[in-house]
Nanobody, 127 residues
Framework: QFQLVESGGGKVQPGGSLRLSCVGSGFTLNYHHIAWFRQAPGKGREAVALISSSSTTTNYVDSVEGRFTISRDNAKGTVYLQMNSLKPEDTGVYFC????????????????????WGQGTQVTVSS
């Protein structure tokens, strides 16, 4: 069974940092575009960051630009989301999603559609 597994969430004070990881179970992420989404309490899911399968393209939502960095280590089959200068409004459940490299990036970034989704990891930014 193919699935994504996220880790690295937790509670941190404003201004702190966390690094989320996403790995594939039953398949490798190397041939997939990967995106991180988040869902805040009472709000819809939004795309936060995306990295293409080749790592040549990265996208960020404006609210995290300059604070978050998405990267991938294909040797380890892992995608990371480094989150710095965290704010209370970054609180939410963070999901990683994977789409085959033959699909256009806009399918995940603009339409929120993906082949695989993880179960999510909670990030809480609070003093």
């Amino acid at each position: 069974q193919f699935q994504l597994v996220e880790s690295g969430g937790g509670k941190v004070q404003p201004g702190g940092s966390l690094r989320l990881s996403c790995v594939g179970s039953g398949f490798t992420l190397n041939y997939h575009h990967i995106a991180w989404f988040r869902q805040a309490p009472g709000k819809g899911r939004e795309a936060v960051a995306l990295i293409s399968s080749s790592s040549t393209t990265t996208n960020y939502v404006d609210s995290v630009e300059g604070r978050f960095t998405i990267s991938r280590d294909n040797a380890k089959g892992t995608v990371y989301l480094q989150m710095n200068s965290l704010k209370p409004e970054d609180t939410g459940v963070y999901f990683c999603a994977a789409d085959h490299f033959t699909q256009p990036l806009q399918r995940m970034w603009l339409r929120g559609s993906a082949m695989y989704w993880g179960q999510g990891t909670q990030v809480t930014v609070s003093s």
